[in-house]
Nanobody
Framework: QVQLVESGGGVVQAGASLRVSCAAS????VAWFRQPPGKEREFVAA????????YYVDSVKGRFTISRDNAKNTVDLQMNGLKPEDTAVYYC?????????????????WGQGTQVTVSS
């Protein structure tokens, strides 16, 4: 049974950095999604099972970095240069899917989410 548990959310000011982590007991593709207030869940980034490749939505390229440590069963999302529009509940998800899978329903396992709030 795959378990995903997010941690590390919080409230920060615009321009700050924050790292969210996912305890992920899986060797499949892991992705981060986010759901802004009143909006649908959207893809943010994904990483392959061995961490060799990653993929990002255009709006976070150059600001966010996804990484994983399979020895520790963790997948992190380092977020720099945060903007108010990054405010959302951030979820990690896992599944036997290609790296560039951005559709949420294709992922089989989900965490409970962690809130990230960026104030202006």
């Amino acid at each position: 049974q795959v378990q995903l548990v997010e941690s590390g959310g919080g409230v920060v000011q615009a321009g700050a950095s924050l790292r969210v982590s996912c305890a992920a007991s899986t060797r499949t593709t892991v992705a981060w999604f986010r759901q802004p207030p009143g909006k649908e869940r959207e893809f943010v980034a994904a990483i392959t099972w061995n961490g060799s490749n990653s993929y990002y939505v255009d709006s976070v390229k150059g600001r966010f970095t996804i990484s994983r440590d399979n020895a520790k069963n963790t997948v992190d999302l380092q977020m720099n240069g945060l903007k108010p529009e990054d405010t959302a509940v951030y979820y990690c998800a896992a599944g036997q899917v290609p790296l560039r899978t951005i559709t949420s329903r294709m992922y089989d396992y989900w965490g409970q989410g962690t809130q990230v709030t960026v104030s202006s």
